[in-house]
């Protein structure tokens, strides 16, 4: 599975982006699909994860409320819609793909198997 992250840009506070995740492969309706955030100098950090049929989701704390993870197998691609965006949102955004189980489980980038090069999101106050 190959993957593919679009859809960054600048964006005042409280403004929305929607991130699109395009993938390769017949295989990626089989996978459950994360996405994670990595700001200048911390450590890459879940976001939210959905199940490969797209029936369930989690989320980070951070986020929950604010953003909604959707996908489209038909189009093999996940999408990321970020509302109510803050400065602190700011960051690289990456998605991946997993043959994990639980979607509630998915949480450390350790349990995902392919990853996309990533997006910048930047966020101004």
């Known amino acids: 599975v190959q993957l593919q992250a679009s859809g960054g840009g600048s964006v005042q506070a409280g403004g929305s982006l929607r991130l699109s995740c395009a993938a390769s492969?017949?295989?990626?309706?089989?996978?459950?699909m994360g996405w994670f955030r990595q700001a200048p100098g911390k450590e890459r950090e879940f976001v939210g994860t959905?199940?490969?049929?797209?029936?369930?989701?989690y989320y980070a704390d951070s986020v929950k409320g604010r953003f909604t993870i959707s996908r489209d197998n038909a189009k093999i691609t996940v999408y990321l819609q970020m509302n109510s965006l803050k400065p602190e949102d700011t960051a690289v955004y990456y998605c991946?793909?997993?043959?994990?189980?639980?979607?509630?489980?998915?949480?450390?980038?350790?349990?995902?198997?392919?990853w996309g090069q990533g997006t910048l999101v930047t966020v101004s106050s």
């Open positions: 991946a793909a997993s043959s994990g189980g639980i979607v509630g489980a998915l949480r450390s980038p350790r349990m995902y198997d392919y």
């Open positions: 492969g017949r295989t990626f309706s089989t996978y459950a």
């Open positions: 959905i199940s490969w049929r797209g029936g369930s989701t």
